[in-house]
């Protein structure tokens, strides 16, 4: 992981100093992505991370790596990574079957809205 945070960092070097205050987050912990897993948390009522396959469990692992990756600027891989769960194709599932349940699924959405209006303020 060090060995490509001095990647992006040398190529920030080489980058116009508008686009050096875009800051790649590939190593797990940063705030928001921190801040996004306590809204998922309280909002879905449900552990994202616990080891079983309850509805309210597995809507709430997708609707984390859904707004991971929509609100923050983290690859398919770093979230696989945080969220400990898979690698980027499970990662990319995930994410489309979050999107297909925001289309089709009321509470979901609703929940999802909710989640970005405190991720928000």
Do not use: W
């Amino acid at each position: 992981m060090q060995r490509l945070q001095d990647c992006y960092n040398e190529l920030a070097e080489l980058l116009p100093e508008a686009t050096q205050q875009i800051h790649y987050k590939h190593i797990p912990g940063d705030s928001k992505s921190e801040h996004i897993i306590k809204v998922v948390k309280k909002v879905f009522n449900a552990n994202p991370f616990a080891p079983n396959r309850k509805k309210e469990t597995v809507f709430a692992r997708h609707a984390l790596r859904y707004l991971l990756r929509t609100e923050t600027i983290r690859s398919h891989v770093s979230i696989a990574e945080l969220t400990g769960g898979g690698d980027h194709s499970t990662v990319i599932h995930s994410i489309e079957t979050a999107s297909d349940l925001y289309q089709t699924d009321d509470r979901f959405k609703s929940l999802i809205d909710i989640c970005r209006i405190e991720i928000n303020l």
